[in-house]
């Protein structure tokens, strides 16, 4: 049985990322990319379905672990009656191959340690070749096109589909292991000097965190591991940026609500740009922004909400019915259908990025404007349609209200970029767009009964995204509307202190059972609070997600309060995110109230 969601620790060479649980298993690994096929999967099923376990035979006293200061090489150290041993893992920015590395070292005593290798490829079902490389260095698994190759100077052997080493470690004893990736019809990968990668691993990792220009001490700590999370989600050869590395991992425990979040959503574009921008990354953010620009190209009718870290559109979605699901939460889902879906918000993200870039005086492509015209005159033909809104809710459209406000978003920051920027367009018919559209979202999605703005046009129900409305400039905080809404929010969208996205007063089949509290929403709440000057208030909200992250400071999607537990997949983009920007937003609040560091340029 796969270990707790906030068990995992992450590792990753900025293509593809591993999931170690503190037992000393590898239970989640996508060769070669974020999006292949997993060939460690004991996440979404058992040891069977492929695994890599290194820890010590014999009963172990305490188990602890962390990050080495500012990079992605973790440490687990065991404590056992003979002795202490500590399991550095790692994987190197990417050379010519992918490499895991794996090194136990003896920190005192001697430790009897334990190995089983489980590779199934295919998503835990293809049972490989396992023979020694030609060489006479290393053993090979070979199944169809992937071939990994593992080094080590320890004797292993095989037993039921699984190769076996056990071996004994001394104080000031280093074995290494290095399993590495590679197609199966080339050359078999060479190997690499597993104490050297540990140093360029190093190297790299503080390199990369000394560009960074967080300069608070309150949380530096969690915004950095925040900042190294999503640098780790990046695919480095597009600029692309997972909502996850996992998929199927249950928005409730047991429950049916499992996607694949191995993909790059649009939803996101602008909140990265800013915790990215804001935080020095600015090489990083113009990747992200070309990704984007990339991605949208062609029709704007065909602009989808999620794309492939390639910039692929067809992510056809299936099911991998052979794996019993992460504590048997079925369907386990491979790909999204979701990316079909119509989602207007994602043209006010899109021209918002593109705003906020040439804000920050990012370097852009001549192909922008032409690209942001012809997305806005398409919009002005849909923007009234209704849609699958923000959550990808898969029961009938609706007239979402946060869908209609980023409509506005679009119009009101290609209008902006034209006068700022000296831009040719339609502004007399944008200008009127924008004014029909905020009167539409006025008049028919706030409910002056709630005090509040609502989902969608005629619902008694809210959403957490209305949380955004004055963060993107719609109304400012000081209208009594939106405080009314944060204030319904507070009455009826809250559970034991954390914001739930959808209203737990809604009935329906797309909800239930209802999930746990949703991190991002959370957030969106502190800093709708430091925008509205409630200060204190967002400082309690900020400290209550942040008490859930794990040892290691990761975070899930979302937080289940009843069973105490992470929920989700693992680790998300989106809440390492937010809560970056919420911490830059109480940042600036401390120093000046007047000027939130991160609120989006309106």
Known sequence: MASRIEDYGLIGDCETAALVGRDGSIDWLCWPAFDSDACFAALLGTSRNGRWLLAPAQEIRQASRRYWDDTLILETRFETEGGVVALIDFMPPRGNASDVVRLVRGISGRVKMHMELVIRFGFGVDVPWVKKNPDGEGLLAISGRDMTVLRTPVKTSGKDLTTIADFEIGEGETVPFVLTYGASYQPVPEPIDPEAALKDTEDYWKEWCSRSTYDDSYQRDLVMRSLITLKALTFRPTGGIVAAPTTS??????????????????????????????????????????????????APANMQIM??????????????????????????????????????????????????????????????????????????????????????????????????????????????????????????????????????????????????????????????????????????????????????????????????RHDPREVSDEIQPIEGAFLACSLWLADAHVLAGDVDKAQTMFDRVVAVANDLGLLAEEFDSGAGRQTGNFPQALTHIALINTAHNLSAARADAEKPAVQRST
């Not at 602008?270 to 992200?288: Q, R």
């Not at 259908?337 to 990012?362: C, N, P, T, W």
């Not at 000296?422 to 028919?444: M, N, S, T, Y």
């Open 307 to 500: 794309y492939g870290i390639l910039g692929q559109r067809r992510l056809l979605e299936w099911e991998a019915g052979w794996l019993p699901g992460y504590e048997g939460a079925q369907p386990v889902r491979v790909g999204n259908a979701a990316h079909a879906q119509l989602q207007l918000d994602v043209y006010g993200e899109l021209i918002d990025a593109f705003h906020q870039s040439r804000m920050a005086k990012l370097k852009l492509d001549e192909e922008n404007w032409s690209l942001e015209c012809t997305v806005v005159s398409h919009l002005a033909d849909v923007w009234d349609q209704p849609d699958h809104g923000i959550w990808e809710r898969r029961d009938t459209p609706r007239h979402y209200v946060f869908s209609k406000v980023m409509c506005w978003v679009a119009f009101d920051r290609a209008i902006k970029s034209a006068e700022r920027f000296g831009f040719k367009g339609p502004l007399v018919k944008w200008r009127v767009l924008r004014e029909a559209i905020h009167r539409d979202v006025c008049q028919r999605g706030f409910d002056p009964d709630l005090d509040s703005f609502v989902e969608s046009y005629g619902s008694k129900l809210l959403d957490a995204s209305l949380l955004l409305l004055p963060s993107v400039g719609f109304l400012p905080p000081s209208d009594p509307r939106i405080r009314g809404t944060i204030a319904a929010v507070d009455r009826h969208m809250m559970r034991d202190g954390f914001v739930l």
């Open 249 to 298: 991992l249950p928005e409730k425990l047991g429950g049916a609500r499992n996607w694949d979040y191995r993909f790059c959503w649009l939803r996101d574009a602008t909140f990265t740009l800013l915790a990215l921008m804001n935080s020095g990354y600015t090489e990083e953010a113009a990747a992200w922004h070309n990704w984007l620009l990339r991605a949208a190209a062609g």
